[in-house]
């Protein structure tokens, strides 16, 4: 019996999937003790967006260590976290011209989901999220009261209060809905909402990722985020972007909302923003929101990550340019060409 399965907790949950141990990992591969090579495609579930390893990032990593730059700082001003923000701003805010303020919560996408309902309900004076069918958030109570999957919210041992879950896009057509756009569900809520008497209030905030990873890789159209977004200014409700699996370039785009039409009034951001595999998370809000916010009233050990502001200014270089999402996009249209037969084969 190993010292897996003698001391690690009963939890653990990938490693029953891939009874291997690895060893070594260099961009798309990884490489158990035994010398075998394994092409990487869970890329540590959307963290490892720029590869195993990936040299810039490593080399900027070490060279920061061995110059004995601070490694922690809480969240004090560092050199790493303002060469971050300023590259951040300078290639990512700018270009779209987004005056969001930059909130780094700690480095989990979890922790970013807690802060971002937090201040939703802050800035309301709201209770209720809306979350939607099939989506995950993260594990702590109040992301998991968000999750939608009823094995992880099983686990919670208390109550999952002041979430409501709706249909989530084109989960399947609609009654009454023609076009199967999931219209027909974003009208009934209204209809609710500004009903006084239906007994259902508008919520705090809409709580949304655009791509669904966990839940099944759901992709909500264009048209239903539109009609969502539209409906949360109508209702006084906030839009919650949950982009931290597909954010970070893995739909072709920086933001996966990039070419949808919308204004987030939050997006949480973790995994991949980390560049390298250094944990790091980080909510953008809008300036008047951000306001709410008194100093320290959500604070955490890890927000000042300075490998991760490292390694994280590294992964920012390749938008530049649109290189490397030119390269997403030329192998989404590969992929989409191979796998176009399997789904007219397998339509059931």
Known sequence: MSIFEQRESNIRAYSRVYPVVFDKAFN???????GKEYIDFFAGAGVLNFGHNNEKMTSAVVDYIQSNGVTHSLDMETVAKRTFMEKFEKTILKPRHMDHKMQFVGPTGTNAVEAAMKLARRVTSRQEIVAFTRGFHGMTLGSLAATANRYFRGAAGVPLN???????????????????????????????????????????????????????????????????????????ALL????????????????SFDDLGIEPDIICLAKGLGGMGVPMAMNLNKPDLDDYW???????????????????TQALAYFDDDELMNQVAEKAEVMNEALAPLETNHAN
């Not at 989960?171 to 239906?198: F, I, T």
Request: proline share 4%; aromatic share 8%; charged share 20%.
């Open 294 to 312: 008194s100093p320290g009233e959500h604070t955490g050990t890890f927000r000042g990550q300075s490998l991760s502001f490292v390694a994280g």
């Open 162 to 236: 002041h979430v409501s879950h709706y249909p989530f896009g084109c989960e399947k057509p609609c009654m009454g809905c023609e076009s199967g756009c999931g219209q027909a569900n974003l009208d009934h809520m209204r209809s609710l909402y500004e009903d006084v008497s239906s007994g259902v209030t508008p919520p705090a905030a809409f709580l949304l990722e655009t791509i669904q990873a966990e839940g099944g890789v759901n992709v909500a159209s264009k048209e239903w985020i539109q009609a969502l977004a539209t409906l949360a200014k109508d209702v006084g």
């Open 28 to 34: 798309a591969k990884q490489t158990d003790e035994d």
């Open 240 to 255: 919650i972007i949950d982009d931290i699996q597909v954010g970070m370039g893995r739909t072709g785009s920086f933001f």
